[in-house]
């Protein structure tokens, strides 16, 4: 029985999937693209200051170990031999950066992540009183904004008519690129400068550890990223696909800790896994696939053609459409990226892409902020209990807005409340946040091609919620559809890997590729009325703006007297009140 299986299942591709919340390891069939297994493991972020992200690098390749291993131990358990596992592709959370030292495979920081606002419930990284910095073994994560300080001094360095920085990179000085992380590692942590002066220290983003932990670390671990996660870095030049001597000199990062920079598709090294794990039986597979997890899922939705689009729900939103084989330079707030290069000597393909930084966390917040869910399903319920959030808007700009308005200083707002307003409206609220922002991006996306589009194709963990994609469909009012199998991000990085020159047991070519059965949804009001909510969530949007300035620091000196007005305020009624007790004669 286990015989025939084998010869049936024929070569398999295993995929690292490498995200914020979670990591998983999966293996597909490379003939029919059938997830055969797969295995995840959840991870923290550490939220040590109000604004800062980050995770342990150890924890992050820890999990991909463990993934390997349990998904290895349940292919065993269905007869699958893992040595028909030909090949592994890597696909992983962009832009959070990790520097750590060559010599002894020890990071040197956290990986320094994205923003996002924590929760009482998140959990928070122990900080000595008066730190600076949190202990060292993290990385930033995509979501970080400790850095905009950073940014607003380096902007004032750009000429205002010569953004040589998006001009070279796609991308808007921001927070939310490695660059600015990297250099605040730079300025801030001692461990880290003191490896780049004595030649130990590595860059990367979230791939580059990996890779270069699993093909052996610092026993001969090779150092190197991709074009799609170095694109995200905003040091590297997308027209010449190189690190930018004139970037590197602008943002004062030593070009000699940057990883070398290949195509998504081709061996990079093979498997070197430590043998007290049971993954060893994985030692000597080529890791030859990787992609930015928004890349790999546009190649994992097949979207080859210029004008297909995609967009992922997850934590955030991230609306890419293939621009084909020219760059194409937003008018409207979107960033220019490069999509994918699948091989060494193979064209690269560019993308328009629009983020939504909040889509998924806003499901999480409503749970672990103000508990009006148990679980994050439960909102499916709620919604459709009342199937209108009866005039209740919902921006959860919680970090600041980002595609198409790139707003730092906005701040969620709830508007529209009346004394009937419930946690049902709000439910339905938040979901319809998800699809305003969807919809804003599209609208931005179609004005830069020119061409609208006729559907849009969606994965994630969100599109699992019915409401979710029938709202989708109304308020885009264009067809919303729906891959059957939704790991397409797992599978686009499996499908490099297995398609890389040397493996070749993935065909790429358009007969060859297999045919996914889609679920669709059809906008379900009319026009008219999908206009008017849309009108009216840009109303609140508009409303969110303008709270934060970074003179009025959110997590700064909690006395009174910081606000000199209230400080004036008090001294001076004590001094009425105490002269008013000495007059009267009370004691």
């Keep these: 029985m286990a015989a025939t299986k084998k010869a049936v299942l024929g070569p398999l591709v295993g995929a690292v999937d490498q995200g914020t919340s979670s990591t998983r390891f999966l293996v597909f069939n490379s003939k029919t693209a059938e997830l055969l297994s797969h295995h995840q493991v959840e991870i923290k972020q550490e939220f040590p200051r109000e604004g800062w992200v980050e995770q342990d690098p150890k924890e992050i390749l820890q999990s991909v170990y463990e993934c390997i291993e349990k998904t290895c131990e349940k292919l065993g358990q269905l007869n699958i031999d893992i040595s028909n596992i030909k090949a592994i592709g890597v696909s992983n959370q962009r832009e959070t ?11 040197l920081y956290n990986a320094v992540a994205a923003p996002v606002s924590p929760g009482p419930s998140d959990p928070v990284a122990v900080v000595p009183s008066g730190s600076s910095v949190p202990a060292a073994g993290t990385s930033s994560v995509w979501l970080d904004l400790r850095t905009q300080s950073t940014v607003e001094n380096l902007s004032k360095r750009i000429p205002g008519n010569n953004n040589f920085v998006k001009s070279k990179t796609g991308l808007p000085l921001s927070t939310y690129f490695s660059a ?34 699993l093909t052996g670390g610092a026993n001969g671990g090779v150092h190197c990223t991709d074009v799609t996660n170095a694109s995200r870095t905003m040091l590297f030049n997308i027209h010449s696909l190189e690190w930018d001597k004139e970037l590197c000199e602008f943002f004062e990062i030593p070009m000699k800790v940057l990883p ?14 430590s043998h007290s794990l049971k993954a060893g039986a994985l030692e000597g597979v080529p890791i030859s696939g990787c992609l930015g997890d928004q890349s790999a899922a546009l190649v994992g939705q097949m979207c080859f053609q210029d004008g297909q689009a995609k967009n992922t729900y997850g934590t955030g939103c991230f609306l890419l459409c293939n621009t084909g084989r020219k760059c194409v330079f937003s008018e409207h707030g979107l960033l220019t990226t490069v999509a994918y290069k699948l091989g060494r000597d193979k064209p690269v393909y560019y993308a328009l892409e629009g983020s939504v930084a909040i889509a998924g966390a806003v499901i999480r917040w409503l749970r672990d902020n103000l508990g009006i869910i148990q679980t994050s399903e439960e909102i499916e319920k709620l919604a459709k209990e009342v199937g209108t959030s009866y005039g209740c808007y919902f921006v959860p700009a919680f970090s600041g ?15 529209g409340l009346t004394q009937f307003t419930n946690k049902c409206h709000i439910a339905f609220a938040a979901l319809e946040a998800v699809c305003f922002q969807t919809r804003e991006i599209l609208d931005a996306m179609n004005r830069d091609c020119g061409i609208p589009l006729s559907h849009l194709q969606v994965d994630g963990g969100m599109t699992n919620n ?23 991000t797992a599978l686009g990085a499996a499908m490099a890997a297995g398609a890389a020159e040397g493996v070749g047991v993935w065909s790429l070519e358009p007969e060859d590729l297999s045919a996914v059965t889609m679920e669709r949804f059809e906008p379900q009001i009319n026009a008219e009325e999908s206009e008017i909510r849309y009108s009216t969530w840009k109303k609140a949007v508009m409303k969110s703006m303008g709270w934060v300035t970074t003179q009025s620091s959110e997590s700064g000196d909690p006395s009174i007297f910081c606000s000199l007005p209230l400080g004036f305020f008090i001294v001076s009624s004590m001094v009425m009140l105490i002269g008013a007790r000495y007059i009267s004669g009370i004691p």
Excluded: H
């Design 180 to 213: 600015v992380k990297l250099r605040w590692l730079l300025d801030n942590v001692r461990k880290v400068q003191k490896a780049v002066e004595e030649d130990r220290a590595l860059f990367g983003t979230i791939d580059s550890w990996l890779i270069w932990s």
């Design 97 to 107: 950066t990790v520097v750590w030292d060559k010599l002894t495979g020890e990071p």
């Design 401 to 415: 807005l980002y595609a198409p308005y790139w707003e730092p200083s906005a701040r969620g707002i709830i508007c």
């Design 466 to 488: 019915k409401i979710l994609m029938q709202l989708q469909a109304d308020i885009l009012y264009i067809p919303v559809v729906k891959p059957s199998m939704p790991e397409t």
């Design 260 to 273: 070398n920079v290949r195509s998504s598709s081709e061996i990079y090294g093979l498997m070197k896994i």
